[in-house]
């Protein structure tokens, strides 16, 4: 696996972690952010990364820093 599959995959297994720690479903997940449940399965799945503004909106709802979601800290 390249440097950025790793990436997309960790970020859409954190993604997910989260999600369901909320015990939210793509679907509301993705209501929330304004988005299709797509474009979470796509995230989740590490077949796409979320844009910049998503990215803020998802540490924002989580509650976690930018470094965390995106692999840099634990």
Known sequence: ???LSALMTNIGNKIKMER?????????L???LGIT???IS???TGKRL???QYIILLC???EVSSDYLL???E
């Open 71 to 73: 692999g840099l800290e």
């Open 37 to 39: 449940q797509d474009s």
């Open 20 to 28: 369901t720690a909320k015990k939210l479903s793509q679907s509301e």
């Open 50 to 52: 979320p844009d910049t």
């Open 42 to 44: 796509l995230w989740e």
């Open 30 to 32: 993705a209501s929330a």
């Open 1 to 3: 696996m390249n440097n």
């Open 60 to 62: 924002k709802f989580f």
